[in-house]
């Protein structure tokens, strides 16, 4: 098993800046990729930024120049941040942190895993 777990939320002003932590822990054999996504209220979850193993970023094109996301990897953990800055009203959201990868058990087989936090409130006041 893999736990997610999100901090740094809250509540903010428009042009100004949060960062956002996630810490997972367990069973991390491989790692496909880290991802941030958001949902606000009435909207579908959304894509924020994923990070792979190798570095390689992807950020949606609404936080792009904005945000940054940076990633530590050690053994059966994984930190991720979420660096926000220029904040706007729209960045209001519920984050989540999602990692997926492989876990190896005790008789050697590997079971994929997909683990999400439980979310962390961003609250941009304009």
């Known amino acids: 098993q893999v736990q997610v777990a999100e901090s740094g939320g809250g509540l903010v002003q428009a042009g100004g800046s949060l960062t956002l932590s996630c810490v997972a822990s367990?069973?991390?054999?491989?790692?496909?990729?880290m991802n941030w996504y958001r949902q606000a209220p009435g909207k579908q979850r959304e894509l924020v930024v994923a990070?792979?193993?190798?570095?390689?970023?992807?950020?949606a094109d609404s936080v792009k120049g904005r945000f940054t996301i940076s990633r530590d990897i050690a053994l059966n953990t994984v930190n991720l941040h979420l660096k926000m800055n220029s904040l706007k009203s729209e960045d209001t959201a519920v984050y989540y942190c999602?990692?997926?990868?492989?876990?190896?058990?005790?008789?050697?087989?590997?079971?994929?895993?997909?683990?999400w936090g439980q979310g962390t409130q961003v609250t941009v006041s304009s």
């Open positions: 990070i792979t193993k190798g570095n390689i970023t992807n950020y």
């Open positions: 999602n990692i997926r990868g492989y876990s190896k058990a005790a008789d050697s087989r590997y079971t994929r895993y997909d683990s």
């Open positions: 367990g069973n991390i054999f491989t790692i496909n990729d």
